[in-house]
T-cell receptor, first 111, second 110 residues
Framework: DAGITQSPRYKITETGRQVTLMCHQT?????MFWYRQDLGHGLRLIYY???????DKGEVPDGYVVSRSKTENFPLTLESATRSQTSVYFC??????????FGPGTRLTVL | GDSVTQMEGPVTLSEEAFLTINCTYT??????LFWYVQYPGEGLQLLLK?????DKGSNKGFEATYRKETTSFHLEKGSVQVSDSAVYFC?????????FGAGTTVTVRA
């Protein structure tokens, strides 16, 4: 299926554990983004990537690591999860006509 | 950077009522303006957009007009349905990045 997928859709982990959230797109869009969504804050940009091997920080990058070895994948890693990282995470790509396309989200709970 | 002020919610309406969600923005240059909608349990999807002053974006009965002089992009729908219950986000963009408002939760009662 074409589009953008995220996995897992739901994840429960414990404080201090490493967690990786996966994002995959089939369009070959250059730009990809990671956002977190928290009540009252809307969506905040964590990291983005302009192309393979090019990444940059967004508004709230602390505690997160990204990589992009292939155009289609953009994993987000929480190296040592904290309770404050409990959130819903969205991956997005930037397509033509200035539009961003969003994945279905990953709901992460850190206990 | 760019910023957005959206009408605070939640907003609760009856079916067939008129909906307005106010949005004002601060941005450098001449941004494109977007409204995204998030239905329960889903990701965001583009509702409508406008790329220059006085442009009107429209989709699914929703409309918004790019008002450069007032830096506003208010969303309107003349007759809402239960299926319009969602969270609505206003977002300006100068390039590939979006700046989101906090979102406005809209609930439509039958």
């Amino acid at each position: 299926d074409a589009g953008i997928t995220q996995s897992p859709r739901y994840k429960i982990t414990e404080t201090g554990r490493q967690v990786t959230l996966m994002c995959h797109q089939t369009w070959s869009h250059s730009y990809m983004f990671w956002y977190r969504q928290d009540l009252g804050h809307g969506l905040r940009l964590i990291y983005y990537s302009a192309a393979a091997d090019i990444t940059d920080k967004g508004e709230v990058p602390d505690g997160y690591v990204v990589s992009r070895s292939k155009t289609e994948n953009f994993p987000l890693t929480l190296e040592s999860a904290t309770r404050s990282q409990t959130s819903v995470y969205f991956c997005a790509t930037y397509g033509s006509y200035n539009e961003q396309f969003f994945g279905p989200g990953t709901r992460l709970t850190v206990l | 950077g760019d910023s957005v002020t959206q009408m605070e919610g939640p907003v609760t309406l009856s079916e067939e009522a008129f909906l307005t969600i106010n949005c004002t923005y601060t941005a450098t240059g001449y941004p494109s303006l977007f409204w995204y909608v998030q239905y329960p349990g889903e990701g965001l999807q583009l509702l409508l957009k406008a790329t220059k002053a006085d442009d009107k974006g429209s989709n699914k009965g929703f409309e918004a007009t790019y008002r450069k002089e007032t830096t506003s992009f208010h969303l309107e729908k003349g007759s809402v349905q239960v299926s319009d219950s969602a969270v609505y986000f206003c977002a300006p963009s100068n390039d590939y990045k979006l700046s989101f408002g906090a979102g406005t939760t809209v609930t439509v009662r039958a």
